[in-house]
Structures are given as C-alpha cells and as structure tokens.
C-alpha cells in the first residue's frame, strides 16, 4: 500500500465511522491542520521528524495498519538525506560600524550644569508668573468693606439719657449674644416667639445670626426690620446717641 492509499483509506475510515474532524482532535491531541494534511496528502507541510509518529497515531486511532506505507516514508526520507546539499552563499561582510568617542567628564560635567540651570530657570519663570498673576488679581479686587449703618433712636427723655433699654422678640429660633456695658449677659439661641429685655447704664451691644429672625425694641420704640434677608449681625450697638449696625 502506498503513502498515497493510506492517506485516502485513513479519510474513508474516518467518514466511515462517522467521526467529525473535532471529535478526532479531541481523542488524538493531533491538530486539525495535521489531520487534514493526511487526508489530503499533503504530507510535504509536516515535517520529517515528526511525519511517522503523526500517522501512527492517526492510524492506531481508527484501527488501520500502515506498516508497508510506514516502511516507504523511512525510505523516501533516506532518499532526502541523500540529495547534495545546498551551497551556501556568500555572506558579504558587513562594514565596520562607526564608534563615538565618549564625551571627556569636563564636558558632561558642563551639560549637565547647563541642563540644571535650564531646569531652573524654568520652575523660577513658572512660580514668579504664578505669583505675579496671583498678586496682580489680588490687587485688582475690591476690598470689601464692613457697612455700617447708624439709627436714631427716638426721642429719650432727659430722665433716660444715661440708661438705655433694648427688648428683642424671635420669629424664628436664632442664636444671640448679648453684652451689656461690656460684660456678656446671654449667649445662647432664643426660641421661637421667646423674649427677652436687657437694661444698660451706658451701652447693649447684640451679635445675631439672623437679623431677619428677630424684632428689636429700644426704650419702647420698635425699630425697622434689621435685614432684608436671613444674614447675620456681626455688631448691633444700642446707646444714648443711636444704633450702629456691623453686618
């Protein structure tokens, strides 16, 4: 039997037992490109070395003996072995590749100062532009200044001019710090729809969180809503001369 039958008889055998090309695969460990070089004949895209093993597994697989065809691929590969081998060319020699000297240390010494100094110069740049941008919005922003609005209080008769009465009545929870003569008296938050009333020789200062939040009376006079909005009172003085407000 010749290689050229073994490999046809392999592929009817195959189809015979009604076996897939994955099913073969998967009990031989043979790759699929192998397998179909045997059957197709195409024995030349394997390698000598391992051509034999390939159809033995092949063939013990599917129970067909192959060992005339095996003795033929023996002889075709002892055949090979005996052709005259190929002269080999002549390798051009390659041309010395040029060398560069290496720099002498002065001057990496003097590169790497340069670089240093470049490197420098450039975080100096970077930071007096940051500084200099920074200052120069700095300078161009209005300074914010602390309003302060001054109430008369209404008339005080001349029994009352050197004491000053202030009640404070919460529309809404908010916190109060009260001094009176320059002594703190209360500090703490008044409830909702609480009061309170302080009385002084000289002066009755109030912080408020809120001065939308509160309603203030000086020496029985209701004063006019301290705030439009809910924004904090950071000093609201009461006195003989009239109502300074810090907001």
Not at 1 to 18: A, D, H, S
Not at 86 to 94: L, Y
């Given at each position: 039997?010749?290689?050229?039958?073994?490999?046809?008889?392999?592929?009817?055998?195959?189809?015979?037992?009604?076996l897939t090309l994955e099913e073969v695969?998967?009990?031989?460990?043979l790759y699929p490109s192998v397998i179909r070089d045997i059957e197709s004949g195409s024995l030349s895209n394997i390698s000598n070395a391992y051509l034999k093993g390939y159809?033995?597994?092949?063939?013990?697989f599917l129970s067909v003996d192959v060992e005339d065809a095996l003795d033929k691929i023996n002889l075709a590969q002892a055949n090979l072995s005996k052709v005259a081998p190929?002269?080999?060319?002549?390798?051009?020699?390659?041309k010395p590749k040029l060398k560069l000297k290496p720099l002498p240390p002065k001057v990496k010494k003097i590169i790497?100062?340069?670089?240093?100094?470049?490197?420098?110069?450039?975080?100096a740049t970077g930071a007096i532009r940051f500084v200099s941008k920074n200052f120069t919005k700095l300078a161009k922003k209005p300074v914010k200044r602390t309003a302060a609005a001054v109430i008369k209080i209404p008339a005080i008769s001349k029994k009352m001019q050197n004491e000053v009465n202030a009640a404070l009545t919460a529309k809404r929870d908010c916190f109060i710090r009260t001094k009176?003569?320059?002594?703190?008296?209360?500090?703490?938050?008044?409830?909702?729809?609480?009061?309170?009333?302080?009385?002084?020789?000289?002066?009755?200062?109030?912080?408020i969180s809120d001065g939308s939040a509160?309603?203030?009376?000086?020496?029985?006079?209701?004063?006019?809503?301290?705030?439009?909005?809910?924004?904090?009172?950071?000093?609201?003085?009461?006195?003989?001369?009239g109502i300074s407000i810090v907001k």
């Open positions: 039997m010749t290689i050229e039958e073994l490999c046809v008889k392999l592929q009817q055998k195959r189809n015979t037992l009604g695969v998967e009990k031989t460990k159809i033995k597994i092949y063939a013990s190929v002269k080999e060319e002549k390798q051009v020699e390659e790497f100062y340069l670089i240093a100094l470049i490197f420098i110069l450039w975080i009176v003569d320059g002594k703190v008296l209360f500090e703490g938050v008044i409830k909702k729809g609480m009061s309170e009333s302080w009385k002084g020789n000289r002066e009755i200062e109030f912080k509160v309603y203030l009376e000086v020496n029985g006079k209701s004063l006019p809503s301290l705030t439009s909005s809910s924004k904090s009172i950071k000093s609201l003085k009461v006195n003989s001369s």
